[in-house]
């Protein structure tokens, strides 16, 4: 199984970036697909999710600004940011929901992207 993060990036803050995270190995459309980040000195913390029948949550620091969304047909899940602040700085990494457990828990994924790195400046 391999989760491939891209669209990273320096932004500018009240900009917009669009992450990617092309998955392979698993069936792609039996599978809750899950964004994190984590800053430096903190844990990694649960951004949304986005299930398998296309339905959303969000936590509540990125809700109206954030928007998870996938093509089955390609294998990729997206997310994106817009009205970016400078404490969104973080390591963003998509993640492979299981079956059962916590959507905002660590553990309830299986799979875990390499990360890709976004960096907002004021």
């Known amino acids: 199984v391999q989760l491939q993060a891209s669209g990273g990036g320096l932004v500018q803050a009240g900009g917009s970036l669009r992450l990617s995270c092309l998955v392979s190995?698993?069936?792609?459309?039996?599978?809750?697909m899950g964004w994190f980040r984590q800053a430096p000195g903190k844990e990694r913390e649960f951004v949304g999710i986005?299930?398998?029948?296309?339905?959303?949550s969000y936590a509540d620091f990125v809700k109206g600004r954030f928007t998870i969304s996938r093509d089955n047909a390609k294998s990729t899940v997206y997310l994106q940011m817009n009205s970016l602040k400078p404490e969104d700085t973080a390591v963003y990494y998509c993640?492979?929901?299981?079956?059962?457990?916590?959507?905002?828990?660590?553990?309830?994924?299986?799979?875990w992207g390499q990360g890709t790195q976004v960096t907002v400046s004021s």
């Open positions: 190995g698993v069936t792609f459309n039996n599978v809750g």
């Open positions: 993640a492979t929901k299981k079956y059962f457990g916590t959507i905002s828990d660590t553990s309830s994924y299986m799979y």
């Open positions: 986005i299930r398998s029948a296309g339905g959303t």
